[in-house]
């Protein structure tokens, strides 16, 4: 089992930043790859970023590209994502998830609560 704690969401203004943290604990070390991912309602689930948790190929989706930042910490046990140039269009619950299996395909298991960002215009 491995559990994930989000922080760091919040309300900023458009052109702002905010740093997400994920905070792991339980099987740490049979973790292989992290992501971050998104949700507005009413929509799908979006793919944010990733990263293995080795640190190696930052992954992220097109419309975060050059504005998001995952990074880990692996002696803090934490996954990050830094949000710059925010646009209220990133409003969304903010996810992070594990992938335990190291497969080709990933498949995320565990899954945090959730953190709320809200970008005003």
């Known amino acids: 089992q491995v559990q994930l704690v989000e922080s760091g969401g919040g309300l900023v203004q458009a052109g702002g930043s905010l740093r997400l943290s994920c905070a792991a604990s339980?099987?740490?070390?049979?973790?292989?790859?992290m992501g971050w991912f998104r949700r507005v309602p009413g929509k799908e689930r979006e793919f944010v970023a990733g990263?293995?948790?080795?640190?190696?190929?930052?992954a992220y989706a097109d419309s975060v590209k050059g504005r998001f930042t995952i990074s880990r910490d692996n002696a803090k046990n934490s996954l990050y994502l830094q949000l710059n140039s925010l646009k209220p269009e990133d409003t969304a619950v903010y996810y992070c998830a594990a992938d335990l299996r190291g497969g080709f395909v990933r498949v995320y298991d565990y899954w945090g609560q959730g953190t709320q960002v809200t970008v005003s215009s």
């Open positions: 990263i293995r948790w080795s640190g190696v190929t930052p």
């Open positions: 339980g099987r740490i070390a049979s973790i292989y790859y």
